[in-house]
């Protein structure tokens, strides 16, 4: 009789489970932030030039965020494509260490890579939940090309990011 019983609570727990995540990124693999990274020069306009995705597509539009300087630090508006769906993002974007970011509703951000003149910018998580890659216009070939390095080395599957 208790092995029923918990049989059933099994099964009804695996009924009422979450359903799965996608992970772009091999589990247990390192991964690192940008330690160089300097917050405040991130302020402007950026269009999303890439994003991982489940689908053979992107699933949605590209992205715009505008990052503002304040006198209580950055905030951010706008919105996301992450894996097929929009996201909306409003509000404080603040360092919580070395190359990341947390931001309101969401995993915080590791910036893995930005380039030297900071107009493209490479964000990751350690779930590997979603990963995109930010430009302040139409992104070069080149810099497109080290962002999906970059995500490679923190072990994401390169194969599953879109440029746009």
């Known amino acids: ?3 029923l ?26 991964i690192w932030s940008s ?13 999303q030039a890439a994003v991982f995705a489940s689908g053979k597509g992107a699933g949605c539009a590209p992205g715009r965020l505008q990052v503002d300087p304040g006198p209580g630090g950055l905030t951010v508006s ?9 996201v909306a993002l409003s509000g404080p974007l603040r360092p919580v260490g070395p190359g ?16 030297a003149d900071y107009r493209t910018l490479a964000v990751a998580t350690p779930s590997g939940r979603f990963g995109f890659v930010l430009d302040r ?28």
Do not use: H
């Open 78 to 86: 706008g919105r996301l494509c992450l894996d097929g769906q929009q």
């Open 35 to 47: 330690a160089a990274f300097t917050p405040a020069r991130i302020a402007g306009d950026w269009q």
């Open 100 to 115: 990341r970011l947390a931001v309101a509703g969401m995993e915080d951000w590791w910036v893995i890579w930005v380039d």
């Open 5 to 30: 019983t918990l049989a059933l609570v099994l099964a009804l727990a695996a009924c009422a489970a979450p359903p799965p995540v996608a992970a772009f990124r091999k589990a247990g693999a390192p």
């Open 1 to 3: 009789m208790r092995r």
């Open 137 to 164: 216009g139409k992104i070069g070939p080149d810099r497109l090309k080290a962002a999906g390095e970059i995500f490679d080395f923190n072990g994401y599957s390169k194969a599953r990011m879109i440029a746009y």
